[in-house]
C-alpha cells in the first residue's frame, strides 16, 4: 500500500508485492497518513473529520469500518504528526 501516482484520482493504492503490479485503487477515502495494515483486507488511516482528525479501520473500498481514535486538529498538528502525512 502506497500513495497513488498523482494521475489517479485515488489517493491510496495497493501494489501486488510478487509482480509489483497494481492490485487496486482505493476509492472514496482521503487520509492525512497511512499507519499499515489491519489485515489482509483493512488498513489504518488517519482522515479529517469536521474540525478533528479520526484513526479509522478502512476497506480496499474506500469504506469505514471502524474509527478507532479521534484527536483534535491541533493535536495532529503539534503532537501526533509521525512524519507519515502526505503533502
Not at 19 to 38: D, E, M, N, R, Y
Not at 62 to 76: I, N, P
Amino acid at each position: 500500500m502506497t500513495w497513488c501516482p498523482s494521475s489517479y484520482t485515488e489517493h491510496v493504492c495497493v501494489w501486488d508485492r510478487t509482480s509489483g503490479k497494481l492490485a487496486a485503487k482505493v476509492p472514496g477515502i482521503k487520509p492525512k497518513a497511512l499507519w499499515g495494515w489491519w489485515d489482509e483486507k483493512h488498513f489504518i488511516a488517519v482522515i479529517p473529520a469536521s474540525g478533528h482528525y479520526q484513526v479509522v479501520l478502512s476497506t480496499l473500498k474506500g469504506k469505514t469500518t471502524r474509527v478507532l481514535a479521534a484527536f483534535s486538529a491541533d493535536d495532529w498538528s503539534n503532537k501526533l504528526y509521525l512524519g507519515y502525512t502526505r503533502k
